[in-house]
């Protein structure tokens, strides 16, 4: 029974053997065909080369207005996000310590004026009279040690009373010597107009703080959005202190950071697309605006600065955006393109193959010209529009895969 079970088991393994190789039999003579080279038509059509990278969104005009005195406190008539008019009051400054500034260099200038007068009327008097009365305290030091010397020759002072007496002598003479030299070296014009410029200085701090005075307005530099209130309602103020900023959010810039190997692609005026990182819908185009002189080194890497305007503003991008920025640094409306699987490298220059062609002919040497995202400018006298070239993608095999890039060595030796 056992033996009768075996022969049933191994006669049905040999039909459905049989069945599955007759229903393969056609697939099998199908897969067995030569290798497939795949061809791609050579095109006329338009080609451009982008470089693309990110940026950060700001206002190319900001600007900042600062406290030019100091104030007990400041008050608040806008907010932020607020659209305001140039010359438009913004807030208000108390104005007590301001009056009390300005009494002060009003004391300055009368101080000021009365020593230009003082000065003017006397001129060098007053060095006159300290060089007169340093000559008398002189001469009556000469006369004491004189007298002193005989006493000490006589044996009547000491020698520590006649030292005393020549250092005496020594100071008196040292103070005219100084009193001498300040007479002779005395400019009485270079002093005067010293005075006076010091008092034109005082007389333009009274005015600048009489008009600041008088008006207690901070008033709005320009027409733009209030951006930022650096200092809070009721808060102390001092001088050159910020106290809010204006920027304009219909005059926009990216900056960027161009790596050493891509800025020399970059010139002024290239076309920018820009489009939000957080949402592809909101783009818009711009230009390379500006490109700064020197790069910025950052461990081994070298990127230079970059700014590009934006030449059409929407609402929807905002300064502080993270933005993608494919920057046109390339383009041709008529040229010969190819994919890059067409081309090989040799030695000898860049080839493509004519597919059809006999073995003397298939090779064409070519240049190549814009590289875009997934075609090249190819440029050779050989080519043209409509010719076949083989591409170098792999070989198809049998089983439907695609193999590796066939080697096709160095063009044949031109006779």
């Not at 010397?149 to 008196?172: C, P, R």
């Not at 410029?197 to 009274?206: A, G, S, W, Y």
């Not at 008009?211 to 951006?227: C, N, Y």
């Not at 010209?369 to 080519?383: A, K, Q, R, Y």
């Amino acid at each position: 029974m056992r033996k009768k079970t075996i022969a049933i088991s191994l006669i049905g393994v040999i039909v459905l053997f049989g069945i599955y190789t007759y229903l393969n039999k056609d697939n099998d003579e199908d897969l067995k065909v030569k290798d497939v080279i795949q061809t791609y038509q050579v095109k006329e059509e338009r080609i451009e080369k982008i470089n693309t990278t990110f940026g950060r969104v700001h206002s190319a005009e900001v600007h900042t207005l600062k406290a030019s005195y100091e104030s007990k406190s400041i008050t608040w008539d806008v907010e932020v996000g607020e659209y305001v008019e140039a010359n438009q009051i913004l807030g208000y400054l108390d104005n007590a310590s301001v009056i009390i500034s300005l009494y002060e260099r009003e004391k300055d200038v009368l101080q000021t004026e009365y020593q230009v007068n003082q000065f003017t009327d006397s001129g060098s008097e007053a060095l006159i009279r300290s060089k007169e009365e340093a000559k008398k305290r002189l001469s009556s030091s000469r006369n004491t040690y004189e007298k002193t010397k005989v006493l000490y020759d006589s044996g009547v002072k000491s020698q520590e009373e006649l030292d005393t007496v020549k250092l005496s002598l020594d100071i008196a003479q040292i103070a005219y010597d100084e009193a001498s030299d300040n007479l002779n070296q005395f400019d009485y014009s270079k002093q005067l107009e010293i005075l006076k410029k010091d008092l034109e200085i005082k007389k333009l701090q009274v005015e600048n703080l009489e008009g600041k005075g008088s008006r207690s307005e901070i008033l709005a530099p320009t027409s733009g959005t209030v951006s930022e209130l650096m200092i809070e309602t009721g808060s102390r103020v001092t001088v050159n202190a910020d106290l809010c900023q204006i920027m304009k959010l219909d005059s926009l810039e990216v900056e960027t950071e161009i790596s050493e190997y891509d800025i020399n692609d970059i010139k002024i005026d290239q076309n920018v697309i820009i489009t939000s990182v957080s949402d592809k819908k909101i783009n818009t185009e711009g230009y390379i605006k500006k490109i700064h002189p020197s790069a910025d080194v950052t461990g081994s890497e070298a990127t230079v600065k970059v700014i590009i305007g934006v030449s059409k503003t929407i609402e929807e991008l905002k300064p502080g955006f993270t933005v993608i920025l494919d920057i046109m640094v390339a383009s041709k409306e008529k040229a010969l393109v190819v994919p890059y699987d067409a081309l090989i490298d040799t030695e000898k220059g860049q080839f493509v193959i004519i597919a059809g062609s006999d073995d003397k002919k298939n090779w064409t040497a070519v240049k190549t010209g814009i590289e875009g995202d997934f075609m090249v400018e190819v440029i050779s006298n050989e080519l043209k529009v409509g010719d076949k070239i083989q591409l170098l993608g792999g070989s198809m095999s049998k089983e439907g895969n695609v193999g590796e890039k066939k080697s096709f060595g160095f063009p044949p030796r031109k006779k």
